[in-house]
């Protein structure tokens, strides 16, 4: 979304040059060196993304209710050369961090199920929820302590999907398992459907000060604005009073 921000900005200083306004393409110029250096050098990712992730930046405390459902978020998947679909390179932050609540709920004596939210959002033939049972599984998750969620596209059909799979586990607590940075769209998501989750980061994504532009930065903000944009749409669509039709151009997770 940045460098789309960044071309936009460059047509329409090409373009006031073409119209004969000078003025006008000499400030375009200097506004897209300041988006080059603000973006990439540091100053605007660690903005956008400090106050958006700031909520979740501390863990919750594992109080552990009887009955518990730990929802993980799937975050796309990869397709190396010989081998069968993996999870996703932001994806494993995620799983970790739902392996480590699930071996802490099975020790407490508590009773613990994973969700796995996740449908075939990268048109792969197989759901995303699939792929990642396979690594849970490897990880210690035993197969009859895992649910698959395999019908949601979108952060919002990760909420709208789950919730008769949470009504059958019937958890007393649900514990959201997501990046830092897209905790705020998801907990949005599920407390329109209904439930009370108590939000766990993963990853935590931070911009970084930089002496020339990064490209690491240039991620950075992009994910900050896909988040940012997200939000906004769901709060239109809540303005609008449409928040029953899923907006589904919104990619999953990755997000």
């Known amino acids: 979304m940045a460098v789309k921000l960044l071309i936009l900005l460059l047509v329409c200083t ?125 990880l210690g998750v035993p197969d009859e302590d895992m649910v698959l969620e395999t019908r949601s596209l979108t952060t919002w059909g990760n909420a709208r999907f789950s919730r008769a799979k949470l009504q059958q586990i019937g958890a007393d607590r649900i514990w959201l398992v997501t990046s830092a940075r897209h905790l705020r769209r998801a907990v949005f998501a599920f407390e329109h459907f209904g439930m009370d989750v108590t939000p766990v980061r993963a990853d935590y994504l931070r911009g970084l000060w930089s002496w020339v532009p990064s490209a690491y930065n240039l991620y950075a903000t992009d994910a900050a604005l896909h988040e940012y944009a997200g939000m906004a749409l769901y709060h239109w669509y809540a303005w609008r009073g449409r928040l029953d039709v899923p907006p589904e151009n919104m990619d999953p997770a990755e997000d």
């Open 14 to 138: 090409w373009l006031a040059g073409r119209q004969g306004w000078p003025r006008l393409r000499q400030a375009g110029l200097v506004l897209a060196l300041l988006f080059v250096l603000a973006v990439g050098c540091g100053p605007v990712p660690k903005v956008l993304l400090h106050y958006w992730q700031a909520p979740y930046v501390q863990r919750p405390a594992l109080d552990w209710a009887p009955a518990n459902a730990i929802v993980l978020l799937t975050a796309g998947s990869t397709y190396p050369p010989g081998g069968p679909l993996e999870p996703g390179q932001t994806a494993y932050a995620r799983i970790a961090q739902t392996v480590v609540l699930y071996r802490d709920c099975h020790a407490s004596g508590a009773r613990c199920t994973v969700l796995v939210s996740g449908g075939d959002a990268n048109h792969t033939g197989e759901p995303l929820s699939l792929t990642y049972r396979r690594v849970l599984l490897r």
